[in-house]
């Protein structure tokens, strides 16, 4: 028995038509998009264009400023090293995951930029404060996750953006853990969206997205064949291509343009409330129980992830024992050193993350099984000391 | 009736500028360059109507290209 509660990670189950939509690309899709003019090459390039498209749409942004990326961690390093290629001061969120703070990290070390790290707060308005009071005039880019992959709280990400819109300052946005369930378009103010296109978004492994409105030039990390202006030795200069050297995972691409499809035909609001509904419910039955840390305040809003822990108990130790009984749910760091420093938690969390597939009664008696563990934990304690 | 040729720096444009011209009534058809040009190949949307009118629609909505030939049928 698998009941997955691990859905921050990668989701699963996947719907219905997006395993179709695999399986039609790998059995129609059989061209190289971009890349020559027979049929078979047209029809794919037709179909890739179609998933720009619904991509494009679905966040407010243009099919040619949509650009497939292998994650969110290849979108955002794409990001935060194309547009900081100059040099320049770089602000990033203390709740950021290591796919973005690692490499802003990597470029302050090289000193090739100068890099802060805002403090988060749960009340918002002192965390917009904390990124205010960091800008200074060469502040080039702020990157900020929306939504926390170990909280799940959600950043203020339109306030951040509109200050960033004031003073010129390139907005980085991770969109891994809000995108799909929060309606994040572009028009929030946000320069370069990049994201997952595995996880909220419900396509395949191994997809991301890096999404921009054009106004911030991102110098390529990569180059290579790209289809366009082949006889020059120069990378293209104009979108998609720049970003997109070598040949795209193409039945990725139809499986976000799937998930998209999923998640409109039930509705984002729909998907939320549902998700959001499980985590109340799982929080409220484990907070009857004082052993029980939970990582969510009352000033703050959340994305449906719950972090906790149980008191004396390693977060492995506790992920560990409820996996024996099949439920899957990641305990540690989750990537995110700088939000473990945030939150104090050194040995990390549990986390919680349910999906639009994921039950309340599968939530209920997890945490009914999370409170045995509690129990049964202390009880061994108490006959250690004996 | 009149025809141009219009190159597009790669075939995600090329896409962009034939879903903008049939959805105003401009028939076109994306074809593959049969002579590689000075960037090397690519695509070109055949236009069979107005091209200055196609020609503005497509730099209204910022779609690169350069019209590699003018002609009638």
Redesign the interface.
């Known amino acids: 028995m698998i009941i997955n509660f691990d859905n921050a990670a990668t989701t699963y189950p996947k719907p219905e038509n997006v395993k179709k939509a695999a399986l039609n690309a790998m059995e129609k899709f059989g061209g190289n998009?971009?890349r020559?003019?027979h049929a078979l090459a047209?029809r794919t390039?037709?179909a890739v264009?179609s998933a720009?498209e619904t991509i494009a749409d679905f966040f407010d942004a243009?099919?040619?400023n949509v650009v497939f990326a292998l994650n969110c961690t290849h979108a955002l390093n794409m990001a935060i090293q194309g547009v900081m290629s100059g040099g320049g001061h770089l602000i990033i969120s203390g709740m950021e995951h290591n796919s973005a703070s690692r490499p802003a990290a990597e470029l302050a070390r090289n000193k090739k930029i100068t890099l802060s790290i805002a403090q988060v707060y749960p009340d918002d308005r002192r965390t917009v404060e904390s990124f205010r009071s960091l800008i200074h005039d060469d502040t080039k880019a702020i990157v900020c996750t929306l939504a926390s992959n170990v909280t799940g709280q959600i950043l203020p990400y339109r306030e951040i953006a509109e200050i960033c819109h004031k003073r010129n300052i390139c907005f980085i946005a991770d969109g891994a853990q809000a995108c799909g369930i929060l309606d994040v378009k572009l028009s929030d103010g946000i320069n370069i969206l990049c994201t997952a296109g595995h996880k909220g978004l419900y396509g395949i492994t191994g997809t991301g997205l890096l999404i921009t409105d054009g106004k911030y030039k991102i110098k390529p990390v990569m180059q290579g064949g790209?289809?366009?202006?082949?006889?020059?030795l120069n990378q293209?200069d104009?979108l998609?291509?720049s970003l997109e050297s070598g040949t795209l995972n193409i039945t990725g691409a139809m499986t976000i343009k799937a998930g998209i499809e999923f998640i409109n035909k039930i509705g984002m609001e729909k998907i939320f409330a549902h998700e959001d509904r499980i985590c109340r419910s799982f929080i409220s039955s484990l907070r009857k129980n004082k052993d029980i840390i939970i990582y969510r305040n009352p000033e703050s809003s959340y994305v449906p992830i719950v972090s906790f822990n149980i008191k004396g108990v390693m977060p492995e130790k506790t992920a560990s024992l409820l996996a024996q009984n099949g439920y899957c749910l990641r305990a540690g760091y989750h990537c995110s050193a700088l939000a473990h420093t945030q939150l104090g938690t050194e040995n990390g969390t549990v986390r919680f993350a349910p999906s639009v597939f994921s039950s309340e009664n599968d939530a209920l008696k997890l945490a009914e099984l999370v409170k045995n563990v509690t129990v049964s934990e202390k009880y061994k304690k108490t006959i250690e000391i004996i | 009736m009149k025809t141009c040729i219009a190159a597009m720096?790669?075939?995600?444009?090329v896409?962009?500028g034939e879903k903008l011209l049939k959805a105003r009534g401009y028939p076109c058809e994306?074809?593959?360059n049969e002579t590689?040009s000075?960037?090397?190949?690519?695509?070109s949307l055949h236009i069979y109507s107005d091209c200055h009118k196609a020609a503005e629609i497509l730099e209204k909505y910022?779609v690169?290209y350069t019209i590699r030939k003018y002609g009638g049928v």
């Not at chain 1, 790209?226 to 020059?232: H, R």
């Not at chain 2, 720096?9 to 444009?13: A, D, K, R, V």
């Open positions: 998009a971009g020559g003019g047209m390039s037709e264009y720009r243009q099919p040619e790209t289809g366009s202006a082949s006889s020059s293209p104009f998609p291509d | 720096p790669s075939y995600t444009y896409l962009k994306i074809k593959r590689t000075k960037d090397g190949c690519g695509y910022s690169p």
